[in-house]
């Protein structure tokens, strides 16, 4: 059973990380502060954290998943012997390699899966709770004590991993020769002193299908982003992200060229970061893109979710459900492949798994099915004016959806301005609340606003009815007295 203060305390951990993570290649170290760093190998395992406390450990992972039996249980007890103020620490957990070069995250899911719990081993790496109470924020006396914890290791599959101090990053070269180059790890984590925490890591590729295209405002013959996805096993279509990092102004254009002959219809809508929407096109023209990373965690520490959608030739794109997904750092276009298809083959969403072992192409996806909407107050007054007959509505309905589909607003009002006689003849505002009280509050907000004389109420539910008589009987009210002097 998941334990909501340890999930809250992993989920908290994880957020903050991953707030103040930046990937960079191991050619930008001028990315680094000059200052100095702490660096150690990134070990390819899952993120764990542990509890000690009075004799007992508890370790655990944000997604509710913990760890009853084996020897690293024994051994984080031992640790906590004598430990009357709990102590939560991170680590990594992972499988050792045999021939002592690089693990593979995925061995850390079958351990787990199998309940091999002697293959693996945990290499700590920091200080999440001191006495119930957040660590220092310098990395260094969290380092310190880590290292006097595990100064003789209680079993030989704990440890804190391998840390060294530099006085700057150029300091960095003969670790990523050692490391990276090598390939006998999978980056370097870098932490200085001013805060940030650096992933070293060489890029990848991957080929993806263009599913919609953006164009420059400035030069309209080019694009300016593409917006990307993977083919699933059941042939819809997994979005990726979009990247608007190409090699030159020639493959903006000749991008342009080949995908304006493939726009097609669209259900689905998508826009890109300078709010301009995308123009969908039929999924055939192949791309490789080179990443630093990705990443399946957002800020809040909650996980990456994007749409699948299915194309047709009759209907176009349509969404299916929004699925748990990943986020490409730093992508860059490299080249247009031509000599690709965009079928379940070249651009099949399992090139995620080498670096996502987690992420399952083959789980089946169903559409999500979400509660109706409920409408509870709608109001239309017009007004006649020389063009015609203008009209204003106000709209608001219980969305029902909060608790489906975390991040839906509870509650919606919706205010139509139609003037036959304005440059733009329809103008709408939509506005979302938390309660029913405080929708009906930015609805009188509105009505007061926008609702004055020669305005006529032609249309009133009787909710509505009976919530306009309450305003009305307050903004007629007279107001008490004052008693004499």
């Known amino acids: 059973m998941t334990d909501p203060r340890l999930e809250t305390i992993a989920k908290r951990y994880k957020a903050a990380v991953a707030g103040r993570y930046r990937a960079i290649r191991p050619s930008d170290l001028q990315a680094i502060p000059h200052a100095p760093c702490f660096v150690s190998r990134k070990i390819d395992g899952e993120l764990w954290l542990a509890e000690l406390h009075n004799g007992k450990a508890r370790l655990f992972a944000r997604d509710g998943r913990s760890m009853g039996t084996g020897p690293l249980l024994k051994g984080l007890a031992a640790l906590a012997k004598g430990r009357k103020q709990p102590l939560v620490i991170a680590g990594e957990l992972h499988v050792p390699a045999a021939d002592g070069g690089r693990e593979r ?180 023209l192949v791309l490789e893109l080179s990443c630093t990373d990705l990443q399946t965690d957002d800020s809040a520490g909650d996980p990456v979710r994007r749409w699948v959608l299915r194309h047709s030739e009759e209907e176009g794109w349509q969404p299916i459900v929004d699925a748990v997904a990943a986020s490409m750092i730093h992508p860059v276009v490299v080249r247009r492949r031509s000599d690709k298809s965009a079928d379940g083959l070249d651009v099949r969403l399992s090139q995620l798994q080498e670096y996502l072992p987690e992420l399952d192409p083959q789980a089946p996806l169903e559409p999500r099915q979400l509660p109706r909407s409920e409408p509870v107050r709608r109001q239309v007054w017009t007004k006649a004016g020389k063009g015609g007959i203008a009209v204003r509505k106000l709209l608001v309905w219980k969305s029902s959806k909060e608790e489906t589909w975390p991040g839906w607003p509870a509650w919606l009002v919706h205010f139509t301005d139609y003037s036959p006689d304005r440059k733009t003849p329809l103008e709408r505002t939509l506005r979302t609340a938390r309660s029913e009280a405080e929708a009906n509050a930015v609805a009188d907000a509105l009505i007061a606003e926008s609702i004055k004389k020669g305005w006529e109420e032609v249309v009133a539910s009787p909710k509505a009815a009976a919530q306009q008589q309450k305003i009305t009987t307050r903004s007629t009210r007279k107001p008490k007295s004052k008693p004499a002097d």
């Open 105 to 284: 995250v995925g061995d850390v899911a079958a351990a787990l899966a199998a309940g091999d719990h002697d293959r693996l081993a945990y290499a700590v790496f920091d200080v999440v709770e001191l006495d119930g109470a957040p660590p220092p924020a310098d990395y260094h006396p969290r380092l310190e004590l880590l290292q006097a914890l595990l100064s003789k290791p209680p079993v030989p599959q704990l440890a804190v991993v391998d840390t060294e101090e530099l006085q700057e990053p150029a300091e960095l070269r003969p670790h990523l020769e050692r490391w990276v180059a090598s390939g006998d790890a999978e980056g370097l984590v870098v932490r200085s002193i001013t805060g940030e925490i650096y992933k070293l890591k060489p890029s990848f590729s991957l080929d993806a299908v263009v599913v919609g295209f953006t164009t420059r405002v400035s030069e309209s013959d080019q694009v300016r982003s593409v917006l990307l996805g993977l083919r699933r096993h059941d042939d819809t279509i997994q979005l990726l992200g979009a990247c608007g990092n190409f090699p030159g102004e020639a493959m903006r254009r000749e991008l342009l060229a080949a995908l304006e002959p493939l726009e097609c219809a669209s259900g689905f809508r998508h826009s890109s970061s300078d709010g301009n929407l995308y123009r969908f096109v039929r999924p055939e």
